[in-house]
């Protein structure tokens, strides 16, 4: 069946960039996503990015996908404090009907 | 305009008992979704819907059971609770047809069954 697969855990200073990293297995992906969860809180949708997209910019997010090695990341540029918490990688087809979600990668940003 | 609410927030259940979570959209959204959080797992889809009167199963669905009478709402039930259901339940909901990527979770129920 489809996976996901992240590391666990990233520690990073205020101010670094992060880079947090995610493969998938099913080649017929045709959204990947990249949500955040804040301590006690539900999922919240940071930015997705469609399988015939390489690249993805939105403020200090940039998101890469490489289809061919099925590896996509998630770069938080000039990160803070706020930014502490765990980020999920997931895939979709069009359709929707069956997400499959990464393990999360708990990041935390240390002063 | 809540977006996707759950009820209850907390529970702690016996062993046996049963219980229902619902979840309910205001977006007239027509899929809908259970899953559940365990530590170091991510999210494991349940049960989801693609409108209303239809469920189907997901990745781990024994010892569940969902309805879907009313668009707006899709009821999580556990007719006998397991220590092994202790978890976070999440729902989410999408327009589906192909805008997958508009989903939206709701804010959690937490159940514990000892």
């Known amino acids: 069946g489809e996976d996901v697969e992240q590391s666990l855990f990233l520690s990073v200073r205020e101010g670094d960039s992060s880079v947090i990293n995610c493969t998938y297995t099913d080649s017929s992906s045709t959204y990947l996503y990249w949500y955040k969860q804040e301590p006690g809180a539900g999922l919240q949708l940071l930015t997705y990015i469609f399988s015939n997209m390489d690249m993805k910019q939105d403020q200090r997010l940039t998101v890469l996908l490489n289809k061919k090695d099925k590896h996509l990341s998630l770069r938080i540029a000039d990160t803070q404090t706020g930014d502490s918490a765990i980020y999920f990688c997931a895939e979709s087809p069009a359709y929707g009907q069956n997400f499959v979600f990464g393990p999360g990668t708990r990041l935390s940003v240390l002063p | 305009n809540a977006g996707v609410t759950q009820t209850p927030k907390f529970r702690v259940l016996k062993t046996g008992q049963s219980m229902t979570l619902l979840c309910a959209q205001d977006?007239?959204?027509?899929?809908m979704y259970w899953y559940r959080q365990d530590p170091g797992m991510g999210l494991r889809l349940i049960h989801y819907?693609?409108?209303?009167?239809?469920?189907a199963k997901g990745e781990v669905p024994d010892g569940y059971n969902v309805s879907r009478l009313k668009k707006q709402n899709f009821l999580l039930g556990l007719e006998s609770a397991a220590p092994s259901q202790t978890s976070v339940y999440f729902c989410?909901?999408?327009?589906?047809?192909?805008?997958?990527?508009?989903?939206?979770f709701g804010p959690g129920t937490r159940l514990t069954v000892t």
């Open positions: 989410a909901s999408n327009l589906g047809q192909g805008r997958s990527y508009e989903q939206y």
């Open positions: 819907s693609v409108g209303e009167g239809t469920t």
């Open positions: 977006m007239n959204h027509e899929y």
